[in-house]
């Protein structure tokens, strides 16, 4: 896709449209998370140990050749990814260097076989923007990010809000933490949930927020088949919270033997049937724990704790549960339990290391890793997408795009 500035048909429609800032829009989060990856692909030391393999094919790579680029108007660095699903990705590209100057929004929406491109303006309306906010795509063609909503794929943004606060999030609408998506947080509230409508992009606060157990950032929000929503307070929360009407009340898990726990997640399909992992807690000599519920979070029970240092952790809809196992502080091989948590099976190659699976608001697994040959020589990023969290497949970039590792 040419570049708007040829397009003098819309001139005076992009004269009249904010468009954010988006020399600001690549996250300081997504800035880490490459630092760290590109140490790793510099040569840090990590053995991965996998003890088996099962015979079924988890990855499927591409067989195809190089990804066609329709016109990346000079774009050669690749800053961020955001998948929507196992077909459609979108790619924020610069020039030389993901620190400055104008983005480039590539999309795909047949795996990576092709890629169009087109520049998003800057607007010095939105300068002062959150260097943690990101593009968020909420389906297909529609993405938020910093305080503005586009329904053309980034082509044209208008502005988008976040005020006020509602009892409880109006079914069709996303409840995600605020921070995810928008710059407009109090600094009381660094990770108070909000609920998004995808269609005009109004946004409003939760007026009951689940108690924060710890500090950071929410990881995220996991809304089951039944409409409730699963969520742990915090990026060190010691607790999971349940809702089960739409955010208007909250019911909380949190037992009094985990408080050291390193990190804790929670996940569910239905509504009903969900777990909970508690982290090693070193100080106290405790490996992982595996809690399970079977009426939506009111009850739960310890169920295992033979799990290994899984993080990422992620109940699938045919009963599996999938995370990864941090055997090292970068992360681990990717691996599956069949028999409800008791016990879990390798299910990367040895060749592969992954750092975290996330499902995002669209419903696509994103998992984020390296390849290489162990014990240190990772030298690929490697980014496969699922839409079932069962089969991964890898986008094909467009030639001449590399990963921004500085």
Known sequence: ??????????????????????????????????????????????????????????????????????????????????????????????????????????????????????????????????????ILPLDENTLVANGFISHDGGETWQPQKLDGSVQAAPVGWIVLPADSFSHQIKPKDPHALAALDPTTGQAHFLANQPADHGDGESEGVTQATDGSLWTVPGYQGTGVAVSHDRGRTWSTFAPPDRKGSSWVSSTSVDGRIGYAIFGTDSAAGKPAAIYRTDDGGINWRSWTTAAPSLVSFHLLANGDLMGVDRTYEIGGPLVVSKDQGHTFVARSPATEVFSLIEKRVTGVYFAEGFRGRPPNNWTEIYDPVSSDGETYQSMTYPSGVSWDLN
């Open 1 to 134: 896709m040419n570049s708007e500035d040829f397009e003098t048909g819309r001139t005076a429609v992009r004269e009249r449209i904010k468009t954010p800032d988006f020399s600001t829009v690549i996250s300081a989060g997504d800035r880490r998370r490459h630092r760290d990856r590109a140490a790793m692909v510099a040569g840090v030391v990590v053995v991965v140990a996998v003890t088996a393999v099962v015979a079924a094919p988890l990855f499927a790579p591409r067989e195809v050749g190089p990804a066609r680029g329709d016109d990346l108007l000079g774009a050669n660095k690749l800053c961020a990814e955001r998948p929507v699903s196992s077909q459609v990705s979108y790619l924020a590209l610069r020039t030389g260097s993901c620190a400055r100057g104008p983005l480039v929004l590539a999309r795909t929406s047949d795996g990576g076989r092709t890629w169009h491109a087109h520049s998003v303006p800057d607007a010095t309306a939105s300068g002062a923007v959150n260097q943690g906010s990101p």
